[in-house]
């Protein structure tokens, strides 16, 4: 699958087929949009970037430490916590902090898999597609500035079901349930919520008919 970014800026994936798809990131984005343009409107559009891309890097940092100790190319010191070699403290101090949740995780279908949804007209590239504690479960690595409470992260959720349906579409097989990990700066532990793959798709496809 080919990613292209479309005339209005946003992200787009051209399946085999030849089938243009909305990224389902910028969909759920759609949900808090007027909440977010609030925030940045009152922080100011310079610090609302900085805070932003700041954001986006760790996020990009954290995923890549988790795919990597899924491949078992992470090094770890005796206490089993990962070494800080040439990553910063930060960077190694939140991987530690969800590094126990990630060892949940076992018979891997996907991780960072590209997939897409015809039902849905949605693409994207998906964390981790595996068993989490037996139960066959789409799971996303998140991080923070602070703890989040689960009914602020239903955008999450419906990502979440939106990944689950194009591995159902493309391997014949429905996840059980949506696992959210997130790894917060201001907290000595991480968060883990979880809901029912069924009911988090009935929420997306709800809020994409709201759309048209």
């Given at each position: 699958?080919?990613?292209?970014?479309?005339?209005?800026?946003?992200?787009?994936?051209?399946?085999?087929?030849?089938?243009?798809y909305q990224?389902?990131?910028?969909?759920?984005?759609?949900?808090n949009a007027?909440?977010?343009?609030?925030?940045?409107?009152?922080?100011?559009?310079?610090?609302?970037?900085?805070?932003?891309?700041?954001?986006?890097?760790?996020?990009?940092?954290?995923?890549?430490?988790?795919?990597?100790?899924?491949?078992?190319?992470?090094?770890?010191?005796?206490?089993?916590?990962?070494?800080?070699?040439?990553?910063?403290?930060?960077?190694?101090?939140?991987?530690?902090?969800?590094?126990?949740?990630?060892?949940?995780?076992?018979?891997i279908r996907?991780?960072?898999?590209?997939?897409?949804?015809?039902?849905?007209?949605?693409?994207?590239?998906?964390?981790?597609?595996?068993?989490?504690?037996?139960?066959?479960?789409?799971?996303?690595?998140?991080?923070?500035?602070?703890?989040?409470?689960?009914?602020?992260?239903?955008?999450?959720?419906?990502?979440?079901?939106?990944?689950?349906?194009?591995?159902?579409?493309?391997?014949?097989?429905?996840?059980?349930?949506?696992?959210?990990?997130?790894?917060?700066?201001?907290?000595?532990?991480?968060?883990?919520?979880?809901?029912?793959?069924?009911?988090?798709?009935?929420?997306?496809?709800?809020?994409?008919?709201?759309?048209?």
């Amino acid at each position: 699958m080919e990613r292209v970014t479309g005339e209005d800026g946003k992200r787009y994936y051209t399946t085999p087929q030849g089938n243009k798809y909305q990224s389902v990131t910028t969909l759920t984005g759609k949900l808090n949009a007027k909440e977010i343009q609030a925030w940045r409107n009152r922080v100011g559009e310079q610090e609302a970037t900085k805070i932003s891309t700041r954001a986006a890097n760790r996020g990009t940092r954290m995923h890549k430490f988790c795919e990597d100790y899924l491949h078992n190319k992470i090094k770890t010191d005796p206490l089993g916590r990962m070494l800080l070699e040439e990553n910063n403290l930060l960077n190694v101090s939140m991987f530690n902090k969800i590094k126990p949740l990630v060892e949940q995780i076992d018979n891997i279908r996907l991780i960072e898999g590209t997939m897409y949804s015809d039902s849905l007209e949605l693409a994207g590239t998906a964390d981790c597609i595996a068993d989490h504690n037996g139960v066959l479960s789409v799971i996303d690595f998140k991080t923070s500035t602070n703890p989040k409470k689960k009914e602020y992260i239903k955008n999450y959720f419906m990502q979440g079901a939106a990944y689950g349906k194009m591995f159902e579409e493309l391997y014949k097989e429905a996840p059980n349930k949506i696992v959210i990990m997130i790894a917060s700066e201001n907290a000595t532990e991480p968060d883990i919520f979880e809901e029912p793959y069924d009911k988090c798709l009935s929420i997306l496809q709800d809020f994409i008919l709201t759309l048209r």
